[in-house]
């Protein structure tokens, strides 16, 4: 592979468009001079947005397309309007011909993974893609299921069957068994598993609570003027915590399970939140993930067909952050 | 009804049993100094806390039972090993003779709900029971189902068809559609209905979030001195924080829907989280919320068979908090 990473993006993606994506790409080749960007989406709005960035413009070529998958597109309609036609699915099919080394996109979950699903199809032995954030590095990642107790008799049918399956299968991971929604946070272990449905949840509710009690906090503080004055001495402080806080650091969940590398960007995001969805997908290619993947499923599926009859994962329905 | 409320405890109930619930009764003695207790479980361990709490030991009858119901039986089990002779039961059984108003216990969720239904038997067009948070004094309150999105065509089948019925149905409440997990802390609805699996999740993402935020604060406090003299000055709003996020004055679910009011403390909670508990059961009993709701549902009964054919709602799965 080249180390020149060709990036596909879905220009008119998530809820700002353009107006995310050409800023995101910029800081992006800030960080790595050498990629290289095919940019799909209106040329009139891209080109006027090049024209004042010429460094990003002289790293990307444009291809025009008219049609737009809307956030609130059902899948099926997405892919009935927007094949072939539109940017979302244009930035797919050139990693599908291997004129881009992965796809970056900020649009309508569930129609990404419709059209990614499509077009570049599951690797053999799996049946549905899930959206995954990526653990690098590690050799035997400690995995867990999320579920609503630790014990073995909790939760419904599904989690207690894939528990089963992967106690009996032996992997090449640490698989702790079950656990519930605060050990998210906290961290007690590398990998936490669950359908997509539970999975937004999760995220969301965190995300809600974080944002609560910041909001307490910053009411508590300006409730008297001794405390803005400690506040303002602290101030430094409540800098770092802003700066461990920012989600938009670690934006970008990555499509596990396809032949090829489609990276989720989250709709709202900024230019700095999109630009570490392209970092990912940039990894994710370096890293040669796709063929590591389909290498380590061929091997899993030969131990779960010892274990237990297939049985479908739970990962279509879109996942937050 | 009696105004003095004869709430039944389950003694031995929760990560704590005695050593949470005598404490926590005692600080509800004296918020309502007129309360009654039945006391269920280890009569040796009881009595030897009773003599410690004269006031305690006055307001209480003392029923000694032998087996306690373990945290990590499955709800067949308890119903198996527990039946007619554990705490948790007998706490039950008098609140169907009508010996008490109302029972308290922090056990086993699953269990609980199993003995409670076994017992006290749903309400006439109620299929399971539900845990809930308890929302007085609204009018029309404001409800939503959890969700993955708050477009119409997000979600699994369940709760698309569950809102199809809502929006036909015309009930007493204002329903607003789906909300998503970062809802819940934002106070958007006044009710966020959703199954027993996924609220645990999203209650249990929040709480371990909202520990993450804390510290992280407390971290970055200490960084330096002068963030820690700021601290220091503005130690008040610490406080008030610090009590805003205070679980302990907000617990106790309540089953929904069955012959009876039994209240369900959070396992891990202190004597004060426990005394909150109680109150909750007591405004249930005030509130002779059983016969509202029987006389609600039979309305609602009446609506729904209009609107749609019946499905099993998803509650049985135990709900944090």
Chains 1, 2 share one sequence.
């Not at 569930?110 to 199809?121: D, E, I, N, P, V």
């Not at 008799?153 to 698989?175: C, S, T, W, Y």
Request: aromatic share 4%; net charge neutral; charged share 20%.
């Amino acid at each position: 592979m080249s180390s020149s990473v060709r990036i596909a993006l879905d220009v008119m993606g998530g809820d700002h468009g353009a107006d995310v994506v050409l800023p995101g790409a910029e800081i992006a080749l800030i960080r790595h001079p050498d990629i290289r960007f095919l940019l799909f989406g209106d040329e009139k709005i891209i080109n006027a947005q090049l024209a004042a960035r010429p460094r990003l413009a002289a790293a990307s070529q444009v291809f025009h397309t008219d049609v737009v998958v809307r956030m609130d597109d059902k899948p099926s309609q997405a892919l009935r309007r927007g094949r072939r036609v539109s940017s979302m699915w244009r930035a797919i099919d050139v990693v599908r011909t291997g004129e881009a080394d992965c796809a970056v996109s900020a649009g309508n979950t569930g129609a990404l993974m419709a059209m990614a699903k499509f077009q570049l199809r599951p690797l053999d032995g799996i049946q549905r893609a899930a959206i995954a954030a990526v653990v690098l590095g590690m050799k035997t990642p400690l995995v867990a299921l999320l579920n609503i107790g630790t014990e073995e008799v909790k939760g419904n049918e599904h989690v207690k069957l894939a528990a089963q399956m992967l106690r009996d299968a032996n992997l090449p991971i640490q698989f702790e068994g079950f656990v519930e929604g605060d050990d998210i946070s906290a961290g007690t272990v590398d990998v936490v598993v669950t359908d997509g449905f539970s999975g937004n949840i999760a995220l969301k509710s965190a995300e809600g609570a974080a944002r609560l009690v910041a909001y307490y906090l910053q009411t508590a503080l300006k409730r008297s003027w001794i405390s803005m004055l400690g506040a303002a001495i602290a101030s430094g402080a409540f800098k770092v915590l802003r700066a461990k806080m920012d989600p938009r650091t670690s934006n970008g969940g990555v499509f596990l399970g396809l032949n090829g590398t489609v990276v989720k960007s989250h709709g709202g995001t900024d230019g700095l939140g999109f630009a570490s969805a392209i970092d990912l997908a940039i990894e994710m290619t370096r890293q040669d993930m796709t063929n590591r993947i389909a290498a380590d499923i061929a091997g899993v599926a030969a131990i779960l067909s010892r274990t237990a009859p297939a049985v479908e994962p739970q990962a279509e329905a879109p996942v937050g952050p």
